[in-house]
């Protein structure tokens, strides 16, 4: 009965959340609201999302998440240094091409969605058969290395949330 209620519990949170985010308040009429179309949108969704992957939420989220931020803001730096200090004299773009033990389409989407947010990479294309992410990096010294970066800092994380 719960799990027909909320087939996706995840998603119900997001939703409750989004809304309340874009009221920019709290009140009743706005919570009863946001339970509503967080219960109601993944019932008539739940169709279309026949294998869902099984997600472990708890540290392993919250480490994702706080590591992200950190690259992120990081990257950043990176990045204002390259153009504000090295310019195209000495730029090292390259095309790195991604092998992805990821299986799950959700999981391969949120890598490509980490990568893509941190400045001076960008996922660019996923393999037909979902075996390798096609990446533009901004400035990489070593090709073998930033891919074993990227598996091993992001890669294998997921695997731990996406089982």
Known sequence: ????????????????????????????????????????????????????????????VAEYLLLVIGDVVVANFHVARIILFRRNRSLRSRWLVIPLELRS???????????????????????ADGRFLLVHALDVADEAAAVAR?????????QRIFR
Not at 150 to 158: A, N, P, V
């Open 105 to 127: 389409a959700e999981a391969i989407t949120m890598l490509a969605g980490t990568i893509s947010l941190t400045p001076g990479t960008v996922s660019s294309d996923v393999s």
């Open 1 to 60: 009965m719960l799990r027909r209620l909320f087939p996706h519990p995840g998603l119900t949170v997001l939703l409750i959340a989004v809304w309340l985010l874009m009221l920019n308040s709290i009140s009743i009429g706005g919570l009863a609201v946001a339970a509503l179309l967080g219960t109601v949108i993944p019932i008539f969704t739940a169709p279309f999302w026949p294998g869902r992957p099984r997600l472990y939420f708890g540290w392993p």
């Open 150 to 158: 990227i598996k091993q800092r992001y890669e294998t994380r997921l």
